[in-house]
């Protein structure tokens, strides 16, 4: 039986190959919960920077590891895009999260209302927002105000969070 791969075509494939291996293999990972029990409400975040074709091409900084958040100023010759992710982790019991999230870096500040609930076992809630980031630099701030309601017991917990995101 004669082969009719030629040369070409197998380097293709092999291109392609190794390319659905990288795309897959580092994809952006929900941060982990950060300090208190394993079983408590937790939210996690990530922000990301890029441009309109993809506003998730460069890692800014997440809730754990944390670590300094800085991104470009958007800039009419350079257009920065950002989007960032919250994460709202599965508690003891059924969660719903509520409250707001003010995205203050953004040309026009956005604030998100998270309207989640999470089941013991599942995997982590997700809200995202994408923006251009303001054009002037400085240090804004990301201000996290949620309540995690535990079902059915109606216990509450706070989680505040302030970031700081530096914007040169």
Sequence with gaps: MRNNWSGEMWLLWAGGFLLFVFATGCGRRVPARTGGPADAPHVGWVIMSGDRENPDRDFVCQSNPRSECVAPVDRPDARVLTHVHFYYHPAAAETKYSGSIRVGFLGTPHDVTPTVS????????????????????????????????????????QIRDQVSVTLK
Excluded: E, H, I, W
């Excluded at 982590?124 to 201000?143: A, E």
């Design 118 to 157: 999470v089941k013991p076992g599942d995997s982590p809630g997700n809200q995202s927002v994408s923006g251009f980031v303001s054009s002037r630099p400085g240090t804004y701030t990301m201000s996290l105000m949620v309540v995690a309601t535990a079902v059915p017991s109606g216990a509450v917990t």
